[in-house]
């Protein structure tokens, strides 16, 4: 019977090997699927100045498992190419050496046994699901989630759906569609990577996975989550000054690219009152200069012909109205009340939700 081919792309960097390899090629070799039709490419995305190589310790590591192993690549880098470029080079990889689909594994998780044979049999019964994610539940608090697959607000905030809420709580279907598809642990096609792109690079980090995920969405693919494949993620929320100006740059590079210039005007309103949030949150956590990075980005007109193609090509194959988008889109910011106090989410969300519903009135574009 046929089998599609599965490449796993491990991506990891620094000093992340020694703290998480071991425990994510445990659960490699945990997984039911055949092994003759998987495949671990480790992408060792280089070190910072003042460490050492870890390649020779991920070396050792493959070299003691390799009897229960699949067959194994590694791929050193000779410097860090980003989480966007780490992942392509991998996609690129499985899409040259003949995989059906490559599976992108953060560095700081690992997969349960049945992970991919689950998400694999979803893909295959269903070929409008353009790409699934797993179920990521924390570790080790493996009764609580990370996200059942990740919401998208209006403004293109992004935010991990149920985050630790406990998993016995979810009501969900075995195959379900979600706003986006987490980056964290997402199975995707290698003849869509070939017809419509690999991640975009110019990304960097953050809102890649949210990109893609709309990318396909708009050319009327489904984005899903799959309940009964489970992946444990190490991940620890923290407000970090370095994430702030890709997270926001990035924020605005998906208005440009999927809205609308009518959608666009019409959200300024709500974007300026935002900002002013944004605003008095970036001084208090003096991330200000941060943040005024992120404007003088948009103030150069080089950086929007950055997109400008990108967003050509979306506005010409798109399927999906900006109706559409608006209708799917959440009201609310679920993770805000872990970098703001709950009375101020309280009333942002009131503003958000008021806001929310007349643009479903006024948006028919």
């Known amino acids: 019977m046929f089998m599609s081919k599965v ?110 044979e689950e998400m694999v049999k979803a893909m295959d019964n269903d070929e409008k699901i353009g790409q699934a994610q797993a179920m990521v539940l924390l570790h080790p608090e493996k009764h609580l989630v990370n996200t059942t697959g990740n919401s998208l607000h209006y403004l293109n905030i992004g935010c991990c759906s149920a985050f630790r809420q406990p998993i016995s709580e979810q009501k969900l279907d075995p195959i379900y569609e979600v706003g986006y598809v987490s980056g964290a642990a997402t199975l995707m096609r290698t003849d869509l990577l070939r017809k419509h792109g690999l991640w975009c ?11 893609y995920s709309l ?39 998906l208005k ?48 929007w012909q950055t997109w400008k193609a990108m967003r050509k090509k979306n506005m010409e194959e798109r399927l999906l109205s900006d109706r559409t988008l608006i209708g799917w889109a959440e009201n609310t910011v679920e993770m805000a009340d872990m970098v703001v106090p709950a009375p101020i989410k309280l009333a942002a969300d009131t503003v958000f939700t008021i806001y929310y519903y007349l643009l479903k009135i006024l948006v028919w574009w």
């Open 201 to 211: 690079e110019d990304f960097f980090m953050y809102h890649e996975d949210t990109e």
């Open 256 to 303: 440009y690219l999927f809205y609308r210039w009518p959608t666009i005007i019409l959200t300024l309103p709500i974007e300026i009152l935002y900002n002013l949030g944004l605003v008095a949150i970036a001084i208090k956590n003096h991330w200000l200069k941060e943040l005024g990075k992120v404007y003088a980005y948009w103030l150069k007109p080089k950086n």
């Open 215 to 253: 990318r396909l969405k708009i050319r009327g693919y489904k984005t899903v989550a799959v309940r009964d494949a489970i992946f444990f993620h190490e991940y620890n929320f923290s407000k970090n000054v370095q994430k702030f100006f890709w997270i926001e740059r990035n924020r605005y590079v």
């Open 7 to 116: 490449a796993i792309v491990y991506l990891v960097w620094s000093n992340e090997p020694e703290k998480y390899l071991v425990r994510a090629l445990e659960g490699v070799v945990a997984q039911t699927y055949a092994k003759e039709n998987l495949h671990l490419l480790v992408v060792y995305n280089s070190h910072k100045p003042d460490e050492a190589s870890q390649l020779p310790f991920i070396q050792s590591e493959i070299e003691k498992m390799k009897e229960r192993l699949p067959n194994v690549t590694i791929l050193p880098q000779e410097k860090n190419i980003g989480f966007s470029g780490g992942n392509n080079l991998g996609m690129r990889w499985a899409m040259d050496n003949g995989f059906d689909y490559v599976f992108l594994h953060n560095a700081d998780g690992y997969l349960d046994g049945r992970a991919i």
